[in-house]
C-alpha cells in the first residue's frame, strides 16, 4: 500500500516511517527500525508514540507523546532505553580535555570526542577557534573521515558555570550528540559539569557522565 503518491513524499516517510505497535507488542517492520544501523522512525502503540533513533554509535527509544484517549487496539511502545553502541568513552580523554582548558583560560575553549565505527576506537580532537574570549567561544563543527562519528561536543565556559545558553541551543538543536560544558575552571576543585543528549531535535538530560575508567588487570 502506497503512503504518498508523490515520489518526494514516498521517500521522506521512508527515511521516516511510522508503524503500529500489534497488540501482542513485536512486529518484524519494529524489529528492524530497532536494529537498523543508522535511521530512525516512530512507532505508535496504546500508551503513546516513541522515537526509535538508531546511529552507529547510539540507540534510543524514547516516548515523545501519552497514548490516544480512544481506544486502540495496539499495544505498548514499552520503556525509553538509552544505550551507545560505542560503549563507554575511556574516562583519560575527558581527564585530557579538562588539562586543555585549564590550559587555554581564562578562554573558552571546545573538544570532540571522535568514535571510529569499524576499529571501535575513540579519539580527541581540538577543532579550529574561530574566536575565542572569557565569555564566547566559536568554532566549527569537525569535519569527519569515512567511518567516524562525533559522539562528544565538549566546551568549556571557563570561570564561568556551566550551562547551556541560547546560544549553545541554536548550535546544537540539528546534531546527534552528547553535549558537555564544563565550567568555574577559576577553582579546579570545584568545577562544573553539565550533559545533554541531543538527538530528534530534543536535549536529554543524561544520568551521569558517558566516561569509564579503563579496567586494568589487577
Ligand atoms: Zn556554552
Not at 90 to 118: D, G, K, R, S, Y
Amino acid at each position: 500500500m502506497m503512503l504518498a503518491a508523490d515520489p518526494t513524499a514516498a521517500a521522506v516517510l521512508e527515511t521516516f516511517p511510522c508503524y503500529p505497535v500489534p497488540p501482542a507488542g513485536r512486529a518484524p517492520a519494529i524489529d528492524a527500525l530497532r536494529e537498523v544501523r543508522a535511521g530512525q522512525g516512530f512507532i505508535v502503540g496504546r500508551d503513546g508514540m516513541m522515537l526509535i533513533l538508531r546511529r552507529a554509535w547510539l540507540a534510543l527509544d524514547y516516548r515523545v507523546t501519552d497514548g490516544p484517549e480512544c481506544y486502540a487496539p495496539y499495544g505498548s511502545v514499552g520503556p525509553d532505553a538509552l544505550s551507545f553502541r560505542c560503549g563507554n568513552i575511556p574516562a583519560v580523554l575527558f581527564t585530557q580535555v579538562l588539562e586543555h582548558f585549564a590550559a587555554a583560560m581564562p578562554n573558552e575553549a571546545a573538544a570532540f570526542i571522535l568514535w571510529h565505527e569499524q576499529t571501535r576506537t575513540f579519539r580527541l580532537e581540538f577543532p579550529e577557534i574561530d574566536a575565542a574570549t572569557p565569555s564566547r567561544l566559536v568554532y566549527r563543527p569537525p569535519i569527519l573521515a569515512e567511518g567516524w562519528h562525533l559522539v562528544c561536543d565538549i566546551h568549556s565556559h571557563g570561570a564561568g558555570p556551566a550551562f547551556f545558553s541560547a546560544t549553545d541551543d541554536a548550535d546544537d538543536a540539528y546534531s546527534t550528540k552528547i553535549a558537555i560544558v564544563v565550567g568555574n575552571f577559576a577553582t579546579p576543585d570545584n568545577l562544573t559539569v553539565k550533559a545533554r543528549l541531543c538527538a530528534g531535535g530534543m536535549f536529554l538530560t543524561l544520568p551521569g557522565l558517558p566516561f569509564e575508567e579503563a579496567s586494568d588487570a589487577a
